[in-house]
């Protein structure tokens, strides 16, 4: 549950926007925040049915003259009378709030939290949705319009004014049935990037069709917000290139992952099978498992090349290819920190922190999640260690990997 206080001595945003005035603002951006704050009306596709139904029995009562017909016409008008008013009802003093996943990964279901707080006193608020306006992707845009032209699909006027604005609306979106007076409602609803990079919540939205789904309005929200989505991370293997360990390399003596063995102890219940020393487990009578040292200066640079060439074949291609190694990245820079390796990512013209064994994966993650295409044909940065370079040949498969969590740890 969301902390009810805090909303309560929140600002409603309805009134705050009115009150929102910015010094030096664009006359470009003063009419897209003026056409966002407003309220939108439309009628639904039974809206548009009852009205035409409506227009009927008002010309059937003209020419008629039949009480029975005025009666029948004043009862229409009536109900959409009664559907503005208690649709204009729920979306009044409403507060709406979201809490979006500091991480975010692609093709992986992230759970968006939205908080709703009704500042009226007496009424509720009844069938409140709501939906997040993100930035749209020019890209993403292009083929959009391209397969929509191919399906002679035509856009509808909310899809058009959202396109003129540069948002898109998210898939999914979350629902209120009832928010009781000064109550506070939590809901939530699944959204699964696509893209890496920065995800811009450029606002929502919060709309609603209450009582008879005649007609639909709804508000715009100022709730700006930025998450990083990391790559997808792809099943690949870590070539040994440290080779064997040598008799005078200085080691950590700690127990981890390494390559020499430091000695014996009593099994547990969490220990794996492999690690069981049988022959000696056989001689005295119970079962006991091998500890290793954990190897100390291993360092791995992962060289992953992202220069685009400005070729007007292939570019579509590329951008596939680089993609699929940024993914291929990722896993390798989970696979060497289980491996208690430090590991950085180097790239043309730049590279991330060098991550020590133990370390937060983030710092790495986010450097992949924000890389960009190198159009200069720039050289590798220095390394800091035994180069890997990232490639098809690395890769153990195209499934994803369940394992890859942002913690380092494996996801139970």
């Not at 989970?334 to 950085?344: K, N, P």
Request: net charge neutral; glycine share 6%; hydrophobic share 40%.
């Amino acid at each position: 549950m969301s902390d009810a206080t805090s909303l309560e001595h929140e600002e409603v945003p309805a009134e705050r926007a009115d009150r929102e005035s910015e010094p030096g603002a664009s006359a470009k951006s003063t009419g897209w925040r003026a056409r966002r704050r407003r309220r939108r009306f439309r009628l639904t596709r039974e809206g548009k049915s009852f009205v035409a139904l409506t227009i009927g029995v008002g010309f059937a009562a003209v020419n008629t003259g039949n009480n029975l017909m005025y009666l029948v016409l004043g009862l229409l008008l009536s109900m959409l009378l009664v559907s503005g008013m208690l649709s204009d009802l729920t979306l009044f003093w409403i507060r709406l709030r979201r809490s979006a996943p500091k991480r975010m990964f692609v093709g992986r279901s992230a759970v968006v939290e939205v908080h709703a707080y009704n500042h009226k006193r007496w009424l509720a608020s009844y069938a409140l949705e709501f939906v997040d306006l993100l930035e749209r992707d020019p890209e993403a845009d292009e083929a959009e319009e391209k397969l929509a032209k191919e399906k002679k699909e035509k856009p509808t006027r909310q899809e058009r004014s959202d396109r003129a604005d540069g948002v898109i609306t998210a898939d999914e979106r979350a629902f209120f049935l009832k928010i009781n007076a000064s109550a506070t409602r939590d809901t939530s609803y699944r959204f699964t990037p696509t893209r890496r990079g920065r995800l811009r919540f450029r606002g929502a939205r919060a709309l609603t069709r209450y009582p008879f789904g005649l007609i639909e309005k709804s508000r715009h929200l100022d709730l700006e917000e930025e998450v990083v989505v990391f790559p997808q991370a792809l099943d690949a293997h870590l070539p040994d290139v440290f080779g064997a360990p040598q008799g005078q390399e200085r080691r950590a003596q700690r127990i981890g992952a390494g390559e020499e063995i430091a000695g014996l102890r009593e099994h547990r219940p969490a220990d794996e099978e492999r690690r069981v020393h049988w022959r000696r487990s056989a001689a005295l009578g119970r079962l006991v498992v091998r500890e290793h040292e954990r190897d100390a200066g291993k360092k791995l640079s992962l060289l992953l090349d992202n220069h685009l060439p400005d070729l007007p074949n292939g570019r579509a291609a590329r951008i596939e290819q680089i993609e699929r190694d940024i993914s291929l990245a990722t896993s390798l820079v989970h696979l060497a920190s289980d491996r208690d390796i430090s590991v950085e990512v180097v790239t043309r013209g730049s590279r991330s922190p060098l991550l020590p064994p133990g370390a937060p994966r983030d710092p790495a993650l986010r450097f992949l999640a924000l890389l960009e295409y190198d159009d200069q044909e720039l050289a590798f940065a220095a390394s800091r260690g035994a180069q890997v370079l990232v490639s098809a040949d690395l890769a153990a498969g195209a499934a994803p990997r369940e394992d890859a969590s942002p913690s380092g740890e494996a996801a139970e």
